[in-house]
């Protein structure tokens, strides 16, 4: 389950979106306002990722609140949600996202699942940005074999596992066994698959060289 910060003014709409994502495997650690009160809660400890609104209202907007999340937190999730249709609609503001970050239009979210996968590609981003070096089986400090650290590779740059099992010349069901037991190895507990393999996915980017004082 993933932490997540959520910040929206619109009151209705913050209840809303924290119920829904609720029962999408997303634990909502603070439901605030404003970015003071999201900086407020980000002192309470770390999350995930944070989902916020562009336009706050009074006081920093939802850009600015995203890059003080990626000075604190370079292995976080950040989604922008806002209701332009058009970036250019807001003076550029949004060519200065951090990196890692992704910009979701509310008339686009169809159903929280999508908005969920919004902020799974958006923590893979972030470790992708983070990571400074490939992984070599010598360097992880966890038993998985070379076939296995290859899997995880493969799962950590977006492959199918269709497309992991025509890359590596074996069956789906062989990669599926695989992922299952680099999952065991890392400590990962069984989930919806897409969470697996984002989790896969962040452990891979973190074992590359990510920051060691934030959470994986």
């Not at 509310?106 to 490939?134: N, P, Q, Y």
Request: hydrophobic share 45%.
């Amino acid at each position: 389950m993933l932490d997540v910060l959520l910040v929206e003014d619109n009151a209705l709409l913050r209840a809303s979106l924290a119920d829904a994502l609720g029962a999408h495997d997303v634990r909502v650690v603070g439901s605030c306002a404003t970015a003071a009160e999201a900086m407020d809660q980000l002192r309470r400890g770390p999350v995930d990722a944070l989902v916020t609104d562009l336009d706050l209202g009074e006081g920093p907007d939802g850009i600015s609140l995203a890059h003080v999340v990626r000075r604190m937190l370079p292995l976080a999730g950040i989604v922008v949600l806002t209701g332009y249709r058009d970036p250019r609609l807001v003076a550029g503001k949004l060519m200065q996202v951090p990196p890692g970050t992704e910009y979701v239009v509310k008339e686009s979210v169809t159903s929280m699942d999508s908005l969920r996968m919004a902020i799974d590609r958006s923590i893979i981003m972030a470790a992708r940005a983070d990571a400074g070096r490939a992984p070599r089986a010598r360097d992880i400090g966890i038993d998985l074999t070379d076939a296995q650290v290859e899997t995880m590779r493969l799962v950590a740059e977006g492959l199918s596992n269709a497309e992991i099992a025509e890359r590596r010349c074996v069956t789906i069901g062989a990669v599926e066994v695989s992922i299952s037991r680099i999952a065991r190895a890392l400590g990962i507990q069984h989930d919806r698959a897409h969470n697996q393999r984002v989790l896969i996915t962040r452990e891979y980017y973190r074992l590359a060289g990510g920051s060691p004082g934030n959470r994986p």
